[in-house]
């Protein structure tokens, strides 16, 4: 993607005025509001938006579509297919499919300012539109901001920005084709290069600071995650984790061995989605040079576990 240092700071001054003046009073009821937009790829780039539900009640949330040549055209084409005009200002999830590409997606946040810079951005594992219609009651009554791994377009922008790897939360059909979690997606400056999954997902959301109410079983029982810190420094990968025994009389040491599993995991494909090398020089900025780009792999991982008092307390 070319620019797109420039493009983000020019993004992000216009962050704190989210996608630009609302429409007046007037305006807006003849608007079709939209809460969820989902774009899949192919010949023809299609998006499939999911009206919000006012806070009247009175209505049910219904999808709509659009095709185009481009993500821009897709979403004119969506704006054309409804008796009322559809505003994406309001979008508060951006779902990516099957063959969408993700630069051009970013960009068009970036050129086009129809939708927000914290917009959450998700990374569907088959065809988004078809998922989204499915998952439309769910989607219209919960809002990104509900999920704990939620990433904003303007996180993934900045993280992207300075070269690094970013993670994406990804979704699935699951029953009856509602979207589920399904890991997490890792972008690049090329877009998706792979998906963290299983282990190496839990152990990427512990990396974020994430865990907190997570029940994990254990040798001797199951405890409750209640508080996970994890830093970079002298080569190390550091963690520290805090739960409460949910179930029998699991051993500290068992706890401290399933964390080592789980972030030797999200580490071991090698993708440095947290900037650990810009921790390790955080207290030595003269040897970022030679620290920049460090293999994640050889971190030597040490977690320390803690038990707090109370079952289910």
């Known amino acids: 993607m070319k620019g797109w240092k420039l493009a983000l700071l020019l993004g992000l001054a216009l962050l704190a005025g989210g996608a630009g003046a609302l429409p007046e009073r007037q305006e807006m009821e003849g608007l079709k509001l939209v809460s969820a937009l989902a774009v899949d790829g192919g010949e023809k780039v299609s998006v499939t938006a999911l009206t919000a539900v006012r806070s009247t009640g009175e209505e049910e949330p219904e999808t709509f579509s659009g095709t185009g040549d481009s993500l821009a055209e897709a979403c004119r084409n969506l704006r054309e297919s409804s008796s009322r005009r559809a505003y994406l200002g309001q979008t508060?999830?951006?779902?990516?499919?099957?063959?969408?590409?993700?630069?051009?997606?970013?960009?068009?946040?970036?050129?086009?300012?129809?939708?927000?810079?914290?917009?959450?951005?998700y990374i569907v594992k088959g065809a988004a539109g078809e998922s989204l219609a499915a998952s439309a009651q769910l989607s219209a009554e919960e809002t990104g901001g509900t999920d704990p791994r939620r990433r904003t377009v303007g996180e993934t922008l900045a993280r992207l920005a300075e070269g690094g790897h970013a993670l994406i939360p990804a979704l699935a059909p699951g029953e009856e084709g509602a979207l589920a979690p399904a890991g997490w997606a890792v972008a690049g400056p090329?877009?998706?290069?792979?998906?963290?999954?299983?282990?190496?997902?839990?152990?990427?959301?512990?990396?974020?600071?994430?865990?907190?109410?997570?029940?994990?079983?254990?040798?001797?029982?199951?405890?409750?995650?209640?508080?996970?810190?994890?830093?970079?420094?002298?080569?190390?990968?550091?963690?520290?984790?805090?739960?409460?025994?949910?179930?029998?009389?699991?051993?500290?040491?068992?706890?401290?061995?399933?964390?080592?599993?789980?972030?030797?995991?999200?580490?071991?494909?090698?993708?440095?989605?947290?900037?650990?090398?810009?921790?390790?020089?955080?207290?030595?900025?003269?040897?970022?040079?030679?620290?920049?780009?460090?293999?994640?792999?050889?971190?030597?991982?040490?977690?320390?576990?803690?038990?707090?008092?109370?079952?289910?307390?």
């Open 190 to 313: 090329g877009g998706v290069v792979g998906y963290l999954e299983g282990d190496a997902a839990l152990g990427a959301f512990l990396l974020t600071g994430g865990g907190r109410g997570e029940v994990v079983t254990l040798p001797g029982g199951a405890a409750e995650l209640t508080a996970v810190r994890t830093w970079a420094y002298n080569g190390k990968l550091l963690c520290t984790i805090e739960a409460r025994r949910a179930q029998g009389e699991p051993d500290i040491s068992a706890l401290e061995s399933w964390g080592e599993r789980m972030l030797r995991s999200a580490l071991e494909p090698g993708w440095d989605c947290w900037g650990l090398d810009r921790e390790l020089a955080s207290l030595r900025p003269w040897v970022w040079e030679r620290i920049k780009g460090t293999d994640v792999r050889e971190l030597e991982v040490m977690v320390t576990g803690r038990w707090v008092e109370g079952y289910g307390a």
């Open 92 to 121: 508060e999830q951006l779902l990516l499919g099957a063959g969408s590409g993700l630069e051009a997606t970013l960009d068009f946040v970036l050129v086009d300012r129809d939708l927000r810079m914290d917009t959450s951005l």
